[in-house]
């Protein structure tokens, strides 16, 4: 079978963004000069134009897309604006700062998009079976209590998924072999 041809014309170049404080996906529309920063929380914009970035143009809600927030702005600002968030890291554990800035939900938010990240193409499987760090922000919701009506975890019913289903535990396994 050929491989599977991808059109160059309907792709818009784009990138996801996560700090300690908010998730930003970042494109650049198709004719536009400036970048289109968009977020799920008006509160990750408004902490972006707050301590980095001033020259953010306004917040847009709705548009009728997945981001329910967005503000265009030039691309060499936000790229001073990233360097500047290089330049201030002053923390050994993202995920620990994410929630002493925003607390254990985001946190969890953003350990679930870790966990998940575990299963790229080419990366190292041999810690599947191993308690991680993560556990420490996941671990209430993946082993309920009496009464706890959360949801266990994408990356818990993930790798519940994994191992109880033959094919993709047999490819797992294989994977961590190699």
Not at 22 to 46: H, M, P, Y
Not at 57 to 85: C, F, Q
Request: glycine share 8%; net charge positive; no cysteine.
């Amino acid at each position: 079978m050929p491989a599977r041809q991808h059109s160059v014309a309907p792709y818009t170049p784009f990138m996801w963004v996560m700090t300690p404080d908010g998730f930003f996906s970042i494109v650049r529309k198709r004719g536009e000069t400036d970048l289109t920063v968009r977020a799920r929380s008006r509160g990750d914009l408004e902490a972006l134009e707050k301590e980095y970035l001033p020259s953010l143009g306004p917040i847009i809600s709705g548009g009728g897309t997945d981001y329910p927030y967005r503000a265009r702005v030039d691309s060499n600002a936000l790229a001073t604006a990233i360097a500047r968030m290089v330049d201030e890291i002053d923390y050994s554990n993202f995920k620990d700062t994410v929630a002493a800035r925003q607390g254990f939900e985001r946190a969890h938010v953003y350990g679930e998009i870790w966990s998940a990240l575990r299963f790229l193409p080419g990366s190292s499987r041999d810690d599947l079976d191993q308690p991680s760090q993560r556990d420490r922000f996941i671990s209430k919701s993946d082993h309920k209590d009496e009464g706890d009506t959360r949801r266990p975890s994408f990356g818990y019913r993930f790798h519940t998924l994994v191992r109880s289903t033959p094919g993709l535990a047999r490819a797992a396994s294989h994977e961590r072999s190699h």
